[in-house]
């Protein structure tokens, strides 16, 4: 049998980038108002969504040139990179070193044309649920559409097959379940967003909730 990482003809496949998202350099990592946490917190609106992954689909809509669907095995052979990130959920938990293995935000580029009137991105997720970025936050370097934490395949509680991890916003931006992003010209508030969060979720600028 194959061991993970291991080609067809036996040889080991070349290590993913990995990328260290800037936060992970700071000398002090704990946002104001954060505690450090060591499990990892499940957290969500509603029910866990439960994905068959033989049903599930990518979506790339909006102000595109062409719009895109990747089913599931097309999305998993593409390029992959890591992630080292920190975590702060806006309810206080702060969890560090979280190592993310997954599509980068940026590898979209290289599969549609963004149309130049795009500014912002709302993320879908199954259930309904979106979440809304600016571009500019959603192709920082560190932003990728997760498979695999800590070496292991995401949980359905954490968000099988496939979440959004967005290092330098509150966590409530890292949709689980994504099933597409759609670029828009106009912003539109998400679900924690119209429920009273921030538009946006620095956790440096401790921006939890809108006025
Ligand atoms: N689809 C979906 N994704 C979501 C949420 C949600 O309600 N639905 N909640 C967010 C919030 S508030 C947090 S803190 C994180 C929690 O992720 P975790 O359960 O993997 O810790 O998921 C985020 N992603
Ligand atoms: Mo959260």
Redesign the pocket.
């Known amino acids: 049998m194959r061991s993970e990482g291991q080609l067809e003809n036996g040889e080991q496949m070349p290590e993913l980038e990995l990328i260290r998202s800037p936060d992970v350099e700071r000398e002090n990592r704990i946002p104001p108002g954060q505690r450090l946490v060591n499990q990892?917190?499940?957290?969500?609106?509603?029910q866990v969504q439960r994905i068959d992954p033989s049903g599930w689909k990518f979506s790339i809509s909006g102000l595109v040139e062409k719009e895109l669907w990747l089913d599931y095995r097309e999305f998993m052979s593409l390029p992959r990179v890591r992630v080292l990130s920190d975590v702060h959920?806006?309810?206080g938990w702060s969890k560090l070193d979280n190592l993310w293995e997954g599509v980068s935000a940026s590898q979209l580029k290289k599969l549609v044309r963004i149309l130049p009137e795009a500014r912002f991105v709302i993320v879908h997720?199954a259930?309904g649920?979106t979440t809304n970025l600016q571009i500019s936050d959603f192709f920082e370097t560190d932003v990728v559409f997760a498979v695999k934490h800590d070496g292991k395949p995401l949980t359905p509680?954490?968000?099988f097959p496939v979440r959004l991890v967005v290092p330098r916003l509150y966590?409530?931006k890292?949709?689980?379940?994504v099933t597409g992003v759609e670029f828009t010209a106009e912003d539109r508030p998400g679900?924690?967003e119209s429920h009273g969060y921030h538009n946006r979720g620095d956790p440096w600028k401790e921006e939890r909730y809108s006025e």
């Open positions: 990892w917190p499940v957290l969500h609106y509603g959920c806006v309810t997720a259930g649920f509680e954490h968000g966590f409530w890292s949709a689980k379940w679900f924690w």
